[in-house]
């Protein structure tokens, strides 16, 4: 960052939201809210940390349904008027708190979301039930994280494998929460599935991780899709992505896939 010129960059974090589930925020020892005095706190913090007087999209993470979205979305608001936060977006939200949310910023007359980073891949559709719909009708962009699913749409779980340096080898070691996380992602109806996706992929003539990638961000709710790459030599197939674009009738032999094996994550 240091040897760019900031105004090409386009710097996106997050706050924590409530720790909860399997996870336990490391941030302000684990006492995290969407409250007014956590935003202002992470975002202040985040700055000195990033050395950086803005951030282009300031994110919610996690959703907080016991602090009221008025009071969240104010603050967010006066962030912006500060000019610490250009654009603000939520991550794993639901559809209720996404309308929550909208409604609030409308009735205060205060900056709304413009962005939701959920869970989306060919293994996990779960976002097309509803939210799908809240974000054509409202105008919000889906940045999709995890469109590998975790990597499993690599193949490199299948068959039972478990890939030294993977990062479900490791949980499904552990035991405990993070071995539940793990089959969530990597259970028999996944590999069944992402066995189905590779022959597509193999027919295409392109890697299973490039065509993950490229059926992600093509779709008329999603902006622009997240990738993470362990090693530097796995991105080219995920980059391979930005070039392709699936035709109709691969979308729907992709779709009669997902109606075939329905939630493969659960």
Known sequence: MKGKDRDSLII??????PSHGWIASAQRAGMTALDRHNIVKALDDSLKRLQ??????????????????????????????????RAIGCSNET???LMKSLEASE????TRYCTIQNNFSMNNRRFEDELAQVCRQEGVSLIPYSPLAGGALSGKYNDGATPEGARFSAYLKLGGRQKKMAERFVNPKSEESTKRFMAIA????????????AWSKQHDFVASTIVGATHTDQLPEIFAAADLELSPEMMKRIYKISREIMYPMG
């Open 12 to 17: 996106a974090t997050k706050v924590s939201g």
């Open 52 to 85: 950086t007087d803005y951030i282009d999209l300031y994110q919610t993470h996690w959703p907080d349904h016991g602090t009221a979205y008025d009071e969240t979305m104010e603050v967010l608001d006066e962030e912006i008027r500060k000019g610490k936060i």
């Open 95 to 97: 559809s209720w708190g």
């Open 107 to 110: 009735r205060l007359g205060v």
């Open 202 to 213: 193999e027919e295409l003539g392109v890697a299973p991780v490039t065509l993950a990638t």
